[in-house]
């Protein structure tokens, strides 16, 4: 049997998961990172994606706003802007959120101070549709 870590996923209006796991995967602002019992002290950001854990044996998935990760040898916290699972995700609602946010970026440059802000809009939508159909870029 895998060793345990303790996982906290908590958005401002909810914890989406509190639990132990064998392993963990989430969407670091330097690309994906994975995280298993015992691992170094680490922190860093979170952007919008997918997060994929093994808890009991069983591979789960949530989608993850941007946010920030706490990591120690026992226990990670991801405090991440909004979080739910795939089944919560009505595609519909994620479909008109990506169009907004790419009719805003289509009249924005990298340096107008809102750009950011919309980008990340953009890539939560985006990936909320993947894992509303069941699709993600990187399972574990």
């Not at 093994?54 to 591979?59: L, W």
């Not at 970026?105 to 802000?117: E, G, I, K």
């Amino acid at each position: 049997m895998a060793d345990k870590i303790k996982l906290n996923i908590v958005a401002p209006d909810r914890t989406l998961f509190k639990g132990t796991v064998e392993e963990l995967y989430a969407p670091g602002i330097l690309g994906e990172f994975g995280i298993l019992e015992g691992h170094a002290p680490y922190f860093t950001e979170i952007e919008p994606g997918a997060v994929h854990w093994k808890a009991d044996g069983v591979d789960k998935s949530a989608a993850v706003a941007e946010g920030f990760a706490s990591v120690h040898s026992d226990t990670i916290t991801l405090l991440v802007e909004a979080a739910e699972f795939p089944e919560e995700i009505d595609p519909v609602k994620a479909e008109a959120y990506r169009v907004r946010a790419e009719e805003k970026l289509s009249n924005m440059t990298l340096f107008d101070p809102d750009y950011r802000f919309w980008k990340l809009r953009e890539m939560r939508a985006l990936n909320r549709l993947l894992l509303a159909k069941g699709n993600t870029a990187n399972q574990h």
